[in-house]
């Protein structure tokens, strides 16, 4: 779990590769964890609100390349184009589309 997460962030930059389902989900069960985390200091913190605000959004911004980067990775595990990430942009059915591609077994190395 801990080495999936780090292949996160050290990959950050890696369009190229693969990514398994570890290395794709794994990560954004952490980031969830740690968002939340980071939430609920902001609402026990009365006073450190726009710190912890801040540090949130802090927090997201720097998750958005790797975070395109691993499914870009993914769905080439799973022998999609990079493209298809894009799918994301039809309301409902491409978040569901997309939870599914990134759900899929492997494709073997050809």
């Known amino acids: 779990m801990i080495e999936e997460y780090k292949r996160f962030w050290l990959n950050a930059f890696d369009f190229k590769g693969r990514a398994n389902r570890g290395e794709y989900w794994w990560p954004v069960l952490i980031n969830f964890l740690i968002a939340i985390l980071i939430l609920i200091a ?21 998750q958005i390349i790797p975070g395109i980067s691993v499914v870009i990775r993914r769905l080439r595990d799973v022998g999609k ?15 569901i589309w997309m939870i599914i591609l990134l759900s899929r077994p492997p494709l073997p190395i050809a």
């Open 81 to 95: 184009h990079w493209s298809w990430y894009f799918i994301q942009i039809i309301p409902i059915i491409g978040a």
């Open 42 to 62: 902001s609402g026990v913190s009365g006073d450190g609100e726009t710190i912890f605000s801040g540090i949130y959004l802090l927090y997201l911004f720097a």
